[in-house]
């Protein structure tokens, strides 16, 4: 259910928390990194060459999402499909980094746990994931997919400070976590809608299938009259960012 062409809309907005979650990687010589829901792949190589790394791989579950990543890849850089959750590797990686995708994976602690095992001695982590299921626009998805007799998307993401405490109990020494709230200047308050359609969303189409344009008609009334009919439209969007390095 995921596109491309949908989720790249804000292509600009949606890269900011990618750069800022880049600025805090230290930059080594020779990493091995692996992306973990790595979408496109556009910024899998920018990542991939920001770093001057080594070896990439980037994984994604998303065929779609995945599409295009043949366009990106080389020798050094190349996309498999695959869960998160299942990601497996016989040699350790440098960096194991994510932006946008764990919150679609449940059991953190275990999560982490596991990545952290598949990491080198000296290895770091840097995950970005949202967390801005009280705003309207995700509450309201899921008070219209309640109606509708399907199950909200999960929300999978801890309290801010348990990442600090599950980060220094896997032995990292250095740690950086925080609460990030990004405000995004849309043209109108519809274009929430056109945002949302590109990551939460196909949460709730996948569930309905072709009553899914009868869910978002009510979603949109609903939604227009919880926030407003603005132009622009100020929205805000929190996410955890977190680095970490033993
Ligand atoms: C919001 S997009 C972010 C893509 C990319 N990291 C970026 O910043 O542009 C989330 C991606 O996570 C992928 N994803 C979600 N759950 C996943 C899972 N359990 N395993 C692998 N990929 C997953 C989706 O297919 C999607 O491409």
């Known amino acids: 259910m995921w596109s491309p062409d949908q989720y ?13 979650l880049l600025a805090l990687v230290e930059k080594r010589p020779r990493m091995r990194v692996a992306d973990l829901g790595c979408g496109t792949g556009e910024l899998t190589r920018e990542l991939h060459e920001t770093l001057g790394a080594l070896e990439t791989i980037g994984i994604d579950n998303s065929e779609t999402m995945l599409l295009k990543s043949g366009h990106f ?44 095992n598949l990491l080198s001695a000296t290895g770091q982590l840097a995950i970005q994931m949202p967390a801005n299921d009280d705003h309207a626009s995700h509450r309201i998805a899921a008070e219209v997919g309640r109606e509708f007799g399907v199950a909200e998307r999960p929300d999978y993401v801890l309290p801010v400070e348990r990442y600090a405490g599950l980060l220094h109990r896997l032995g990292y020494a250095r ?72």
């Not at 790249?8 to 800022?20: I, V, W």
């Not at 990551?199 to 009334?221: C, I, K, P, Q």
């Open 8 to 20: 790249t809309r804000f292509k600009a907005e949606r890269k900011r928390p990618f750069t800022d």
């Open 73 to 116: 890849e080389n020798e050094m850089l190349r996309f498999e499909k695959g869960d998160i959750e299942a990601f497996v590797s016989d040699r350790p990686f440098d960096l194991m980094f994510s932006n946008a995708a764990f919150h679609w994976v449940a059991d953190h602690e275990k999560l982490f746990a596991r990545l952290t």
């Open 175 to 246: 740690q950086h976590v925080r609460m990030q709230v990004y405000g995004h200047v849309l043209p109108s308050s519809g274009d929430v809608i056109e945002w949302v359609r590109g990551a939460l969303l196909t949460h709730y189409e996948s569930l309905l299938g072709n009553r899914f344009d009868e869910y978002l008609d009510v979603y949109r009334t609903r939604l227009l009259a919880a926030i407003g009919d603005e132009q622009p439209f100020f929205y805000t969007y929190k996410r955890v960012l977190m680095w970490a390095s033993f």
